[in-house]
């Protein structure tokens, strides 16, 4: 089993940066791929970025393409988001989770899931 604990959310002014953390135990992340979700109030959960193992290759939605970079560190057990230019629909839930594929964006390809950090970006 991995557990995954995200760190990071808070409240931001439109405009402004956030970085979140992903922390793994339990396993190592260097084999898994990994990714970013969020879900906003009455929507569905949304696939955001996701790195491959070795972070040669990335993924992007058009909703956060050039705003949100991911990375991952691999001595660290840890995967990061850092967020720029960030909007008030930018506002949910966000959740990292690990996949056994090289790199997804399906979300039920997901196989272990953090519980989620929040982000609130006021205008």
């Known amino acids: 089993q991995m557990q995954l604990v995200e760190s990071g959310g808070g409240s931001v002014q439109a405009g402004g940066s956030l970085r979140l953390s992903c922390a793994a135990s339990?396993?190592?992340?260097?084999?898994?791929?990994m990714g970013w979700f969020r879900q906003a109030p009455g929507k569905e959960r949304e696939f955001l970025s996701s790195?491959?193992?070795?972070?040669?290759?990335?993924d992007y939605s058009n909703s956060v393409k050039g705003r949100f970079t991911i990375s991952r560190d691999n001595a660290k057990n840890t995967v990061y988001l850092q967020m720029n230019s960030l909007k008030p629909e930018d506002t949910a839930i966000y959740y990292c989770?690990?996949?056994?594929?090289?790199?997804?964006?399906?979300?039920?390809?997901?196989?272990?899931w953090g519980q989620g950090t929040h982000i609130t970006v006021s205008s």
């Open positions: 989770a690990a996949t056994h594929f090289r790199i997804s964006r399906q979300r039920g390809d997901y196989i272990y």
């Open positions: 339990g396993r190592t992340i260097s084999t898994y791929g």
């Open positions: 790195i491959q193992y070795s972070s040669d290759v990335t």
